[in-house]
Structure formats: structure tokens, C-alpha cells
Nanobody, 120 residues
Framework: QVHLVQSGGGLVQPGGSLRLSCEVSGRMPSNYDMAWFRQAPGKEREFVAYVSWSGISETSYGDSVKGRFTITRDDVEKTLSLQMNNLKPEDTAVYSC????????????WGQGTQVTVSS
């Protein structure tokens, strides 16, 4: 059984920073990709950032977060992180980490979600 457990999040003022973490436990198949998604109230889930399995280590970002967010993974510690800088009110959402086997087109494992609120 695979579990993704998130930590971090909370309330921050515009222009501030937050860091989200996602710890992987259980028997995760080797060579897995990971990503962050977010969902704001009344909106569809939105892709935030992606990092491929460590053999390739490619990253990609949603247009709205490019240059402000950074995704990293530590396969020794089995953790995924999202550093969020220069946060804006429109970044307010529930953020979820996700994982999938590298050849799969769907994310099979999800974290529990964590609220990020950007407000003055």
C-alpha cells in the first residue's frame, strides 16, 4: 500500500513564501513521476508542477506559477517538495501531491491535500 502524506501550507500574505512537502511511504514502484496539482473553490483541478523519475529528472510548470514555484524530489528521503515564492491571492487553493509509474498516463497515488491561503 502506497501513501503520500503532505505537510506545510497555511496562511501567507501576498508576496510571501511557503513550502509544501509530500512524503512517500509504502512499496512505491520504481521509476515514478511526481507532481503537484491545486484546486480552488468552484474551479477545476489545475496542474502546478511535475518532476520525472530520477533517471531523467525533468521538470515542468503550469504557466501561472513559472518563475515563482520550484519542484524538487529527494529519492533517498522519499520526499517531494514545492517551494512557492512571491505568492499571489490567486494561488489560494487546496494543493495535492500525486505520483504515477513513469509509463502511466494517470496519477494513481494522491496526498490528502493541504490548504494554501494567500491573503492580507
Amino acid at each position: 500500500q502506497v501513501h503520500l502524506v503532505q505537510s506545510g501550507g497555511g496562511l501567507v500574505q501576498p508576496g510571501g513564501s511557503l513550502r509544501l512537502s509530500c512524503e512517500v511511504s509504502g512499496r512505491m514502484p520504481s521509476n515514478y513521476d511526481m507532481a503537484w496539482f491545486r484546486q480552488a473553490p468552484g474551479k477545476e483541478r489545475e496542474f502546478v508542477a511535475y518532476v520525472s523519475w530520477s533517471g531523467i529528472s525533468e521538470t515542468s510548470y503550469g504557466d501561472s506559477v513559472k518563475g515563482r514555484f520550484t519542484i524538487t524530489r529527494d529519492d533517498v528521503e522519499k520526499t517531494l517538495s514545492l517551494q512557492m515564492n512571491n505568492l499571489k491571492p490567486e494561488d489560494t487553493a487546496v494543493y495535492s501531491c500525486a505520483a504515477k509509474i513513469y509509463y502511466s498516463s494517470t496519477y494513481d497515488y494522491w496526498g490528502q491535500g493541504t490548504q494554501v491561503t494567500v491573503s492580507s
